[in-house]
């Protein structure tokens, strides 16, 4: 007997959307474990048809599914990743204006495309009521149930006991392998990331260990993670991922709901007055002509008059969502490898003292390693992270941060704060420039995954951070000429998260996570304008006194208020340093305990930070 229309209209219209996954693979793009994906797919619709018997009773669970393929393709063919939790982060965050603005002509096109979709719904939803012959009636349906609660059972058990055969571990054990986690970052900063703070991940680790695991040959065929990645089904997981991030998200929010500096501005006025923040991304001290180094890597900032370097600033963590925190606020480098804060930023300090505050992003928003910066951004009066590709090579360059700074600057509030989050030079090093940048060869651009653990590329990954560093100056470089272009009294203050390690002699460590003190060592400076040294003039011969001091980024939130004479109650003046009374305080890293940085040595070529006393403990 043949299928009838309407059978093959449905059962057309579900392989469709199981097919989504599987984009990158019509695109001539490779897959990891294409048939793990296929399998957990299956699984998800026997799951469903077997509970739900017919596909009119489930069809409606679909809907999300059909709503979401536009975009999800759309940021496969362009970004080459799904929808994820920080795409959700955008959506949550997104007014209808910033979206038509972000889409500009295309809008039409995506609103055609929507009633075509809407449209394909209601005809398959029509044609799975009117039909019955799709139907999974009999004893094949109770033995799929009957199976499916087995499968159930041992991924209960796995998920508790663990499924693999594994060694007991230990604390050391664990510390090393998250350690060595570093080494094998990439596209995404979560290894890496992890490792810079490998005591509390070594902690963290240790509070479930696995207990009897199942023997080898009940191990699944396939990866019970890869049902996110999997279409229509895995949409609500990520659905379910971002709802626990806004949760863990509205849980650290709630621990400074409350609070205030009581902050004003002394002496401002309704003089107009612009304060821009740069925080740069990966980027290492010694890699700018500016600090010194051999190759012109900043043509254009070595150009201007009003620009001041700041020699020695030093980050008390290698690790964006650890260290942002201590730049931003007053969270104390002893507490950076803690969640949350129970304070505000001085975001919140700016809007208390009149100023209207965007915080515009290249980086991520939400996500388990990118949360705690997003809780401060939120204080923000403008928030836009622009970044849909993550990063991957499909990543925005930031020059995608021009036109929302421009909108910010022709904005009519006198007294304006803007953030500027970079991507920086984050690994891949070559996919954060266009090919015009790409100056000193042979590189890694073009190469989509390089292999970078391997030395014999340690030519082309240094030319490649390098001409990241010249793409940084062009990106600050404009950033200045429109601060110039306004007339108005402007400053601007950039300070880099964390450094980078790279293959430095005969050192066998790259990127970042490490002890080194080429990452936490990082580059600053401050530019001011014509009217900001004629309104200020005391602070900018204090910033010249200051320029060579030793400071840290401790001191970042204090100066950054200080740029605009905010002061508060119980306020820090001696902490900036671009105050008359500044003084210098101890500064600590994340090196074997927190070590005292000027009281350290730096071993062997990888210049590893070791406390000559002992290092302070991180349990406290």
């Known amino acids: 007997m043949l299928p009838r229309p309407s059978h093959l209209f449905i059962l057309f219209s579900y392989l469709a959307l199981s097919a989504v996954p599987f984009v990158p693979l019509m695109l001539g793009k490779p897959m990891e474990q294409p048939w793990q994906l296929l399998g957990v797919e299956c699984v998800a619709w026997v799951t469903v048809w077997a509970l739900f018997k017919r596909p009119a009773y489930f069809h409606w669970l679909l809907v999300p599914a059909f709503l979401a393929l536009p975009t999800e393709i759309y940021l496969f063919v362009f970004y080459g990743q799904g929808i994820s ?88 054990s664990t510390a090393a392998n998250s350690a060595s986690a570093s080494m094998s970052a990439s596209a995404d900063d979560s290894a890496s990331e992890s490792a810079s703070s490998h005591a509390a991940v070594a902690g963290a680790h240790m509070l479930h260990l696995p207990g009897p695991a199942l023997p080898y040959w009940a191990r699944l065929p396939v990866d019970p993670g890869q049902f996110i990645e999997s279409w229509p089904f895995g949409l609500g997981a990520r659905g379910y991922d971002f709802y626990k991030e806004r949760r863990y998200l509205s849980e650290l929010d709630e621990r400074s709901a409350s609070f205030e500096f009581g902050a004003r501005q002394v002496d401002g006025g309704q003089q107009p007055e612009i304060v821009v923040m740069v925080l740069g991304e ?37 690790a964006t969502r650890l260290s942002v925190p201590v730049i931003i606020s007053r969270k104390p480098a002893t507490q950076s490898l803690k969640d949350g804060f129970s304070e505000k930023s001085f975001l919140t300090a700016y809007k208390e003292a009149g100023f209207k505050t965007w915080w515009l992003s290249n980086q991520i928003s939400f996500g388990q390693y990118d949360t705690p910066v997003s809780v401060f951004a939120k204080e923000a009066d403008v928030i836009q992270f622009l970044n849909l590709g993550g990063f991957t090579n499909h990543s925005n360059y930031d020059d995608v941060l021009f036109e929302p700074l421009k909108r910010a600057l022709a ?207 991180q349990d406290k």
């Not at 929507?114 to 005809?123: D, E, K, Q, R, S």
């Not at 009521?129 to 009999?138: E, I, S």
């Open 411 to 617: 904005d009519p509030s006198p007294k304006k704060l803007i953030v500027l989050h970079s991507l920086g030079s984050h690994w891949n090093y070559s996919q954060r420039h266009p090919k015009e940048f790409d100056k000193w060869q042979p590189s890694l651009f073009g190469i989509d995954k390089p292999v970078y653990t391997d030395l014999k590329i340690k030519p082309q990954l240094n030319n490649s951070y390098d001409n990241s560093i010249l793409y940084t100056d062009w990106f600050l470089a404009q950033v200045i000429a429109d601060l110039k272009g306004t007339g108005q009294l402007a400053s601007m203050l950039y300070v880099a998260d964390h450094g980078q390690t790279l293959y430095d002699g005969s050192c066998r460590l790259a990127f970042h996570g490490h002890n080194t003190d080429y990452e936490f060592h990082v580059p600053a400076f401050m530019w001011f304008s014509d009217q900001y040294l004629e309104h200020y003039p005391s602070k900018v011969g204090a910033l010249l006194r200051n320029r060579k001091a030793k400071l840290a980024t401790e001191n970042i939130f204090h100066t950054m208020l200080d740029v605009a004479n905010i002061r508060y109650p119980d306020d820090k003046p001696s902490w900036s340093f671009l105050n008359k009374d500044f003084q210098v305080h101890k500064r600590v890293v994340d090196s074997y305990g927190w070590t005292n940085y000027d009281n350290a040595k730096f071993k062997g070529d990888c210049r590893e930070v070791i406390d000559k006393g002992k290092p302070q403990s």
């Open 85 to 172: 939790t920080h795409h959700l982060g955008i959506l949550a965050e997104t007014s209808p204006q910033e979206a038509m603005e972000f889409l500009g002509r295309k809008v039409w096109s995506m609103l055609a495309v929507m009633v075509g979709v809407a449209v394909w719904w209601v005809l398959s939803f029509r044609a799975a009521r009117q039909t019955r012959g799709l139907d999974w009636t009999g004893g094949s349906r109770w033995l799929a149930l009957f199976a499916l609660a087995m499968l159930a059972a041992a991924s209960a058990w796995g998920y508790e006991f663990g499924i693999d055969a594994a060694p007991e571990r230990t604390a050391a």
């Open 282 to 318: 990966s980027s290492r001290y010694d890699r700018w002509s500016l600090n010194g180094y051999k190759r012109e890597t900043n043509p254009l900032l070595g150009k201007e008059s009003n620009l001041v370097p700041l020699s020695d600033v030093i980050t008390s963590v290698s």
